[in-house]
C-alpha cells in the first residue's frame, strides 16, 4: 500500500474510533439517567449527551470525508500506468480519425 492509501484506512479507523467513544460516553450517560449511582458524579448526564453527539458527527465526517482529506494532503491521485500503455493507440486514432498532413 502506498502512504495516501494508508492515510484514507488511518483517517476511516480514526472515523471508528469516534464512534467508540461515542458508545462509551453513551453507556456511562445511560447509567446516570437510570439513577444507577454508577458513572461518576465528575460530569452530568447532559454532558455526556453533548460527548456523544460531538462523537458521532466527528466520526461521520470523518468516514464521509475521508477521500476529500486524503486529496487534501497528497493532492491528485497519480495516474496508473500499465505495461501496454506506451503501445497502445491514442483517443484519435481509436476513433478512426485521420490527421492530414
Known sequence: MRPRDLF????????????TQAAFWAYWGALKY??????????????????VIIYVLMGIALMVGAQALTWLAYG????????GAANSLSTDEKSGSERLP
Not at 8 to 19: D, Y
Not at 34 to 42: E, N, V
Open 8 to 19: 484514507g484506512v488511518a483517517l476511516r479507523i480514526l472515523a471508528i474510533w469516534f464512534w
Open 34 to 51: 437510570a439513577g444507577t449511582g454508577l458513572g461518576g458524579t465528575i460530569s452530568p448526564a447532559r454532558e455526556d449527551s453533548a460527548r
Open 76 to 83: 491528485d491521485a497519480p495516474m496508473l500506468h500499465h505495461a
